[in-house]
């Protein structure tokens, strides 16, 4: 099928030739599986090459294989065992498998999990596959598949969460009309009380498909306060799993971007920074806090005592650090998000006040020219005086023995930045 399509694109043969081809394949592949399910061999595992067969033609693997192998894998993607089934799931080829279910005789309940197949392969190939996914979710339902009881693959995920992570916004769609799914708005528990969460895993790549997925869950009840698994920064060089919510995974993917004048001057990256705001307005129009996880009540009865800890991210210092000055005033303004209280942009960085912290960590490099560092002094300014706007105080520090914002800000040679601070009465010493 592959095949045809390439030589299609080079005019070798003309469409209805094409398509002729398509049919007779479609009928040999009807015969070969009539005959192995009266030779009791359609649901023999084959062993592929490789751990992805997804761009091979399931007309090309041979129904014959082993039997009895383990499909135990992190992932169905990642399975090497494979199903004439599944693989057509997997390779989204939704005619073929129409056929093995119809010569099966619709969906058994060891066919409960097919679902997984198709999102898995837009996750790990290309968002433009959706409707492709979207084509073989259909041949499932109307060959009996129970989507209420598909559970969770081996990753943790649910449906929902799969196909939001992918932003696979057609499939999303689709899953929501069929029965049970919408109850699975807010993630399924899985083992160890894990749970992966379709807005936080949607709120890893921003575009407008995961505007529409995030629209849509939060439609249909989705909590948007809800702390969901993710890796994240712990420190400057740490990385790990946390509890966060789909507003600080949104502002995080902001983190320190816009400070690199050549990538922040780009049409591309311009249009990520909207995406990313409009997120956090539609967030906080459903409802979402600006407090990090941590302070954040867990659900009713939850018990998170084998999971990773709450993130202390804060979004407000996230956007201050990012020079996102109108999101800032969105968050404290619209989010309720309060510039008096404490926090930090890594797990493992002490928290301060607003100030004070934003002096003390505002990127600079050691190798930066002069005019680059007077203007990364006037963006800092510029958020210290939208921050003192809002109610921050010039002078409040975690350590009374530290150094005051003011003094803190001079040292570094953020001299419009201190002045800033001098015109709001700043102190140069620390307080005794």
């Not at 599986?33 to 023999?44: D, I, P």
């Not at 696979?168 to 528990?189: D, M």
């Not at 619209?334 to 002490?350: S, V, W």
Request: charged share 25%.
């Amino acid at each position: 099928m592959h095949e045809d399509s390439c030589d299609a694109y080079r005019g070798d043969i003309s469409e209805q030739q094409l398509q002729q081809r398509s049919v007779f394949r479609q009928s040999v592949f009807h015969r070969i599986a009539v005959a192995s399910h009266q030779n009791e061999c359609l649901h023999w595992i084959v062993k592929t090459r490789a751990a992805y067969p997804v761009n091979r033609s399931v007309h090309n693997v041979g129904l014959e294989g082993i039997e009895g192998a383990d499909e135990e894998e992190e992932t169905f993607f990642r399975s090497k065992y494979h199903t004439a089934l599944t693989l057509a799931c997997l390779c989204c080829e939704a005619s073929a498998a129409r056929v093995l279910l119809e010569v099966q005789g619709g969906v058994r309940w060891a066919d409960r999990r097919l679902m997984f197949f198709p999102i898995s392969a837009i996750h790990r190939m290309n968002p433009a596959d959706d409707g492709t996914c979207r084509s073989v979710l259909e041949v499932l339902a109307e060959q009996g598949a129970d989507f209420a009881t598909a559970g969770l693959d081996p990753g943790g995920h649910c449906l929902l969460s799969l196909a939001s992570q992918a932003s696979a916004e057609q499939t999303v769609k689709f899953l929501f009309q069929q029965r049970g799914v919408a109850a699975t708005v807010n993630g399924v528990v899985g083992e160890g009380g894990r749970c992966r969460v379709p807005l936080v895993k949607g709120a890893h790549i921003i575009d407008e498909s995961s505007l529409s997925i995030a629209s849509l869950l939060l439609q249909h009840g989705a909590d948007p306060n809800q702390a969901g698994i993710t890796e994240e920064k712990l420190g400057l060089s740490m990385r790990g799993e946390v509890l966060m919510t789909a507003l600080q995974l949104t502002v995080s993917g902001m983190e320190w971007s816009s400070l690199d004048e050549e990538e922040s001057d780009s049409e591309e990256f311009s249009l990520a920074e909207h995406h990313r705001f409009q997120m956090v307005r539609l967030l906080i129009a459903h409802g979402a806090s600006c407090l990090p996880a941590c302070d954040l009540a867990p659900p009713p009865n939850a018990d998170e005592s084998g999971l990773p800890p709450r993130s202390r991210a804060s979004p407000l210092l996230i956007a201050c650090l990012n020079d996102q000055a109108d999101l800032v005033r969105f968050m404290c303004e619209k989010g309720g998000a309060d510039p008096t209280l404490p926090g930090a942009h890594y797990e493992e960085i002490p928290e301060d006040y607003p100030i004070a912290y934003l002096v003390r960590f505002w990127k600079c490099d050691m190798n930066d020219t002069l005019s680059h560092r007077r203007e990364r002094d006037w963006k800092l300014a510029q958020i210290v005086d939208l921050l003192l706007d809002l109610g921050a105080d010039p002078n409040k520090k975690m350590k009374d023995n530290a150094h005051p914002p003011k003094e803190v800000a001079r040292r570094r040679r953020f001299f419009r930045t201190a002045e800033a601070l001098n015109r709001r009465g700043a102190k140069a010493i620390a307080s005794k």
